[in-house]
């Protein structure tokens, strides 16, 4: 017993078949096996914030939307010597993809579009890419899987985390991200927009991911 695949001309007739590899058929199980065992049933209501939402096979997905501007509450490690606080944050971009997360900022509130460019995260822990090292954050995952609950789950994921080490070799911000923190978070009122300091990432808009 085996199995054949067969290439379909213009006019939509099988045409000759010929047989599929042993490799290949077990790829196919595998595929199969996997998504079954990890399906992805996501529902209730689309959130207003929600961007685009894509299943990928192995039961993963990949997840995009923004938040805007508002005051969150901010852990930094002994390392640092930095005062732990609330402070207002950047509007964001949240990305996740199968098991990864980015961030990004935006200068604006306003719901991005593809041609919405995209800022470096002003955060420690996130290299010039937005990729995030998650860290210390222990989580536990939604028993509903809604796409609220994911957003709300890797958000959690990302504000409880302790911020570690600036993961690229510069600073995120056009001055030192050391010295912004403890302004933002002493002066209640001062935000990210009065600040100025976000720095735009060279070509790279919501259409990459998107």
């Not at 990864?100 to 890419?129: E, I, Q, S, W």
């Not at 995120?172 to 600040?195: E, H």
Request: proline share 7%.
């Amino acid at each position: 017993m085996y199995l054949e695949s067969h290439a379909v001309d213009e006019e939509g007739r099988i045409l000759e078949g010929k047989p599929l590899k042993q490799e290949t058929i077990q790829g196919m199980v595998e595929v199969l096996f996997d998504e079954r065992r990890n399906a992805v049933n996501i529902g209730g209501l689309l959130p207003p914030n929600l961007l685009a939402f894509d299943r990928l096979p192995g039961g993963h997905y990949k997840m995009i939307w923004y938040r805007p501007a508002e005051r969150r509450n901010l852990f930094f490690a002994p390392q640092l010597r930095l005062k732990s606080g609330q402070a207002w944050v950047p509007p964001m971009v949240y990305a996740v993809e199968r098991r990864g997360l980015n961030v990004y900022a935006l200068l604006k509130d306003d719901r991005p579009t593809d041609k919405t460019k995209l800022c470096h995260a002003p955060f420690h822990n996130v290299n010039t890419a937005g990729e995030v090292c998650l860290g210390s954050a222990k989580v536990k995952k939604p028993e509903t899987k809604t796409y609220l609950s994911l957003m709300e789950y890797w958000e959690t994921m990302f504000w409880k985390s302790e911020f570690t080490h600036l993961a690229g070799q510069e600073s995120p911000t056009k001055t030192n991200l050391n010295l912004l923190w403890p302004r933002l978070i002493k002066d209640k009122k001062l935000t990210w927009a009065q600040l100025d300091e976000l720095k735009p990432i060279k070509a790279l808009t919501l259409k990459h991911f998107l």
